[in-house]
């Protein structure tokens, strides 16, 4: 029988409407004290996740040195931090180099994460999918350990979560209530966008809803006492689904109508800029975790537009559609790199999304972390295009006190293996652990109490500290 002193709402802050209100599921440790606690900068993350390989050697790290016939023509652009240079598909997000700071040598350290599947559920979780014993999201883990100050959301959600790779998130053997919640929208640009699951059915409208929720506490209170603690805490069930489908702060999270014009104009048009500006939205309600996993939807007037991910194996640089003559279909549904879609969206609401983040003083207590889940190769292939590389590849971070303005590790002049100060995913994740201030030296538990070790396999880039 479940003591009500343990069941109560602190608990369920992790509890998503469609997550399982009948999986009952307690943290099994919470996040402790010691020096990683009072190291903490961050009281929440906020990741943006763009799938599919994004070329580091067009993006973050550009190479002017390689060989004419591999190299990218997107020229090196100064920043506002002297002697650092993205590519000129980064432009608007160079005026803003003081607050990021780059991982120019990420890479993988062994093999078995190459494909997407593989290499985004590495990403998500900064474990390596061959592990002896499957491992959680990093999302799962601090929603478990962590919770949110949002008790409306649940403590992980995910922007949209509609994309195949999505299907990787894990919650492993953590408690369903852990699971990454995807709001789901084919365009979440559109202004009919909305989340059905967070939403009282229409035979619960008006007072109806109200009235079930009397009428349950009714039925408590004519239980005997011998069975108070059972009900107090289903109770706490109960009430998490009642604060998602009434709080006007849920609703208020995901109304971009209420946002002003030159804000949403400020991310950016069209589906990428949406998620983002959804993505702060939610910081700002007191979320814990974010993913913002977005690619853009087919639309009108872009054909061949299906796929709109980074995994550019065809013609990479070509101004439209990379499904040109001659191409392997490897790479279908893709548009070039430098297409408003591809990089001219991701550019726009990256800039915007941290000077925001910023300007509403949100950003010193979020940790921004922009990821992808592999390179592309150094070479252009027989098609034109960049293959998977997890050799070297660049991720970026910004905020919770990360020391913007640099450029952290090294890859060769022409971008393809590590040569100075190596990283991995499991960095990536201990590092994310660490900004929490959860503390990777106590275990998490299985149903079966067994201990498991989180974050253990990697060290806190330590450039990332002040």
């Known amino acids: ?28 440790s919470i996040v402790r004290g010691g020096e990683g606690q009072r190291r903490a900068k961050a009281k929440s993350v906020l990741v943006i996740y763009e799938q599919g390989g994004l070329s580091h050697l067009d993006t973050w790290d550009p190479k002017p040195e390689a060989l004419a016939e591999h190299r990218s023509p997107f020229k090196p652009i100064a920043t506002k931090v002297p002697g650092m240079q993205f590519t000129e598909l980064f432009g608007q997000t160079a005026r803003l180099a003081d607050k990021f700071a780059v991982v120019r040598s990420m890479h993988h350290a062994k093999d078995g994460a190459h494909a997407h599947h593989t290499g985004t559920q590495y990403a998500l979780s900064g474990a390596h999918p061959g592990s002896p014993t499957e491992m959680p999201d990093i999302g799962s883990i601090v929603a478990h350990l962590a919770g949110s100050e949002c008790k409306c959301l649940p403590p992980y959600l995910m922007v949209p979560g509609n994309h195949e790779q999505a299907a990787e998130t894990r ?23 909305k989340i059905d699951g967070l939403l009282p059915r229409a035979e619960n409208a008006d007072r109806r ?6 009428l349950l506490g009714a039925v408590d209170r004519s239980y005997i006492a011998d069975r108070r603690r059972t009900v107090n805490g289903m109770n706490g069930y109960y009430e998490k689904a009642f604060d998602m489908l009434t709080s006007s702060k849920v609703s208020a999270a995901f109304n971009l109508g209420a946002e002003p014009l030159a804000v949403r104009e400020r991310y950016g048009n069209g589906h990428r800029g949406a998620c ?51 191409a392997s279909l490897a790479g279908f549904g893709r548009y070039g790199i430098g297409h408003w879609c591809m990089m001219g ?9 941290i000077a925001d983040l910023d300007q509403r003083g949100l950003l010193a207590e979020t940790l921004v972390c922009f990821v992808t889940e592999f390179g592309r190769t150094p070479k252009l292939n027989k098609f ?22 640099q450029a952290i590790g090294r890859s ?20 994310i652990y660490e900004k929490l201030g959860i503390d990777r030296t106590q275990p998490l538990f299985t149903a079966s109490n067994r201990p498991v070790y989180f974050g253990h396999g990697g060290k806190p880039i330590a450039a990332l500290f002040s």
């Open 171 to 193: 919650s492993a053997f953590l408690p369903a209530s852990t699971k990454a919640f995807k709001i789901g929208g084919r365009d979440v640009s559109d202004p009919k966008w």
């Open 345 to 353: 969206s991701t550019d726009q609401a990256l800039a915007a999304l």
């Open 1 to 28: 029988m479940l003591d009500s002193r343990i069941l109560n709402r602190r608990h369920f802050l992790g509890l998503g409407v469609l997550g399982g209100l009948s999986a009952l599921g307690l943290p099994a």
């Open 276 to 326: 983002y500006l959804v993505g702060r939205k939610l910081i700002e309600a007191g979320v814990r975790f974010v993913t913002v996993d977005v690619r853009w939807p087919r639309m009108e007037g872009m054909p061949g537009g299906t796929n709109l991910n980074w995994d550019h194996h065809d013609f990479i640089y070509a101004k439209g559609t990379c499904e040109l003559p001659g």
């Open 412 to 431: 060769d002049k022409v971008g393809g293996y590590v040569i100075d100060d190596p990283h991995t995913p499991e960095d990536y994740a201990a590092t």
């Open 384 to 405: 034109q295009g960049r293959d998977h590389w997890t050799h070297a590849y660049s991720i970026a971070f910004a905020g919770a006190g990360v020391p913007g303005g």
């Open 209 to 214: 809803l109200e009235d079930r929720r009397q």
